[in-house]
């Protein structure tokens, strides 16, 4: 990889490194902070545009890069996939100033979706059938932009565990030589890490929906204008699931268990994945990098996945997602919610009484 090949990484590093710490006098400044709350994790005033400083590092440094090699025509390969960043971003920043409804985000999460989907010629090519691709896709896009944006409850995780992402996407792509993407990708990375010197626990800076939409939305989007170079169906959705498997797996663990209490899943709270680690024994700071450590394994097992032929994929691969659920269910037994504000009613009432009986 050559001096070039990483010069965006570099200059979106410097330009978020910069412009974090002003962004943070500005939310002081203009009482853009959030407050402790009881289904919050932070205990003191937080800056939490955090985001805006992602997307000008990321945007910033692709429109140099961009005048430097190719112009507007660089820009015009993956215009698609650009605008849909930038509507993410549009969304993201007016909730974190004014607030909208989870519906009003989920209309132009599929707005940017679709950008990506019929104007860019992105999609997961894993049946035979367009129409089948094309919602799964939808279901891909949809999902791992609020599955990331679900994981952004403890200093740190989101993105952390989107570095590591990026970082694995960027390996896929300098193998399989698409460098138009690899510059997407490693750019987004050194904006993530910028951030992420400020946001590491304790945080002096969240990123906000403003950061988090962008963060799962670039990163879904990536994965599927991603063509693999494997020769078994099994890699197609294989090594993006794998990729974005903590972000998966938390995302699962939050929904079921709030629906057995009869709680809306789009709320926050202090139920996922990591609380239920501190609840376990470990530090803020332990819990964190336990995660960043699954997410390292599961982006090597994706690397790997491509790599081997389908019949070792389908022994191992398996394993890691049974050994990876059987962590997940462990932890989902933690208790991290007072049983007071449980609100079990009709079908939720009934899997209740159903599974203790059957303990």
Same mark, same amino acid.
């Given at each position: 990889m050559s001096i070039?090949?990483?010069?965006?990484?570099?200059?979106?590093?410097?330009?978020?490194?910069?412009l974090i710490?002003?962004?943070?006098?500005?939310?002081?400044?203009?009482?853009?902070?959030?407050?402790?709350?009881?289904?919050?994790?932070?205990?003191?005033?937080?800056?939490?545009?955090?985001?805006v400083?992602?997307f000008?590092?990321?945007?910033?440094?692709?429109?140099?890069?961009y005048?430097?090699?190719?112009?507007?025509?660089k820009f015009?390969?993956?215009?698609s996939i650009?605008l849909?960043?930038?509507?993410?971003?549009?969304?993201?920043i007016?909730d974190?100033?004014?607030?909208?409804s989870?519906?009003?985000?989920?209309?132009?999460?599929?707005?940017?979706?679709?950008?990506?989907?019929?104007?860019?010629?992105?999609?997961i090519?894993?049946?035979?059938?367009p129409i089948?691709?094309?919602?799964?896709t939808?279901?891909?896009l949809?999902?791992?932009?609020n599955?990331?944006? @679900?994981l952004?409850?403890?200093d740190?995780l !989101?993105?952390g =565990?989107a570095? *590591?992402?990026?970082?694995?996407?960027? &390996? %896929?792509?300098?193998?399989s030589?698409n460098?138009?993407?690899?510059?997407?990708?490693l750019?987004?990375?050194?904006s993530i890490?910028?951030?992420l010197i400020f946001?590491?626990?304790p945080?002096r800076?969240f990123?906000?929906?403003?950061?988090?939409?962008?963060?799962?939305?670039?990163?879904a989007? @990536?994965?599927?204008?991603r063509?693999?170079q !494997?020769?078994n =169906?099994f890699? *197609?959705?294989?090594?993006?699931?794998? &990729? %974005?498997?903590?972000?998966?797996?938390?995302?699962?663990?939050v929904?079921?268990?709030?629906i057995l209490?009869?709680?809306s899943?789009a709320?926050?709270?202090?139920d996922?994945?990591?609380?239920?680690?501190?609840?376990?024994?470990l530090?803020?700071?332990q819990?964190?990098?336990?995660?960043y450590?699954?997410?390292?394994?599961?982006?090597?097992a994706?690397?790997?996945?491509?790599?081997?032929d389908?019949d070792?994929?389908l022994v191992?691969?398996?394993?890691?997602?049974?050994?990876?659920?059987?962590?997940?269910?462990?932890l989902?037994r933690m208790k991290v919610v007072?049983?007071?504000?449980?609100?079990h009613?009709?079908?939720?009432?009934?899997?209740v009484?159903?599974?203790?009986k059957r303990?």
């Open positions: 070039t090949t990483v010069l965006p990484l570099v200059i979106s590093f410097i330009v978020s490194l910069v710490p002003a962004i943070r006098w500005i939310c002081f400044r203009t009482q853009q902070v959030v407050v402790p709350r009881i289904d919050r994790w932070h205990r003191k005033p937080t800056p939490t545009l955090g985001g400083g992602i000008i590092a990321f945007a910033g440094t692709l429109f140099v890069v005048l430097m090699d190719g112009g507007v025509g015009l390969e993956r215009w650009l849909g960043i930038l509507i993410m971003f549009s969304i993201g007016y974190d100033i004014k607030h909208i989870p519906t009003t985000k989920l209309v132009f999460q599929i707005l940017a979706a679709t950008l990506v989907i019929f104007f860019g010629n992105n999609t090519d894993f049946f035979r059938w089948a691709n094309i919602l799964l939808f279901l891909w949809v999902g791992i932009t599955a990331i944006n @679900l952004d409850n403890m740190g !989101a993105g =565990v570095f *590591i992402a990026t970082i694995f996407l960027s &390996v %896929f792509f300098f193998k030589d460098p138009d993407l690899l510059i997407l990708s750019t987004l990375a050194g890490l910028g951030f946001n590491f626990p945080a800076i990123m906000g929906d403003s950061g988090s939409m962008v963060l799962g939305f670039a990163l989007t @990536l994965a599927v204008a063509r693999t !494997a020769s =169906v890699a *197609i959705v294989g090594v993006p699931t794998l &990729v %974005f498997l903590l972000p998966i797996l938390d995302t699962g663990l929904a079921i268990t709030r209490r009869g709680q899943p709320i926050g709270g202090t996922h994945t990591s609380h239920r680690l501190v609840a376990f024994g530090s803020e700071r819990a964190v990098l336990v995660l450590g699954i997410a390292i394994i599961s982006g090597m994706s690397i790997g996945l491509e790599a081997w389908y070792l994929s191992l691969i398996p394993i890691l997602l049974i050994m990876l659920s059987l962590f997940v269910a462990y989902a007072n049983s007071d504000n449980i609100n009613s009709g079908f939720t009432r009934w899997i009484k159903l599974a203790f303990r």
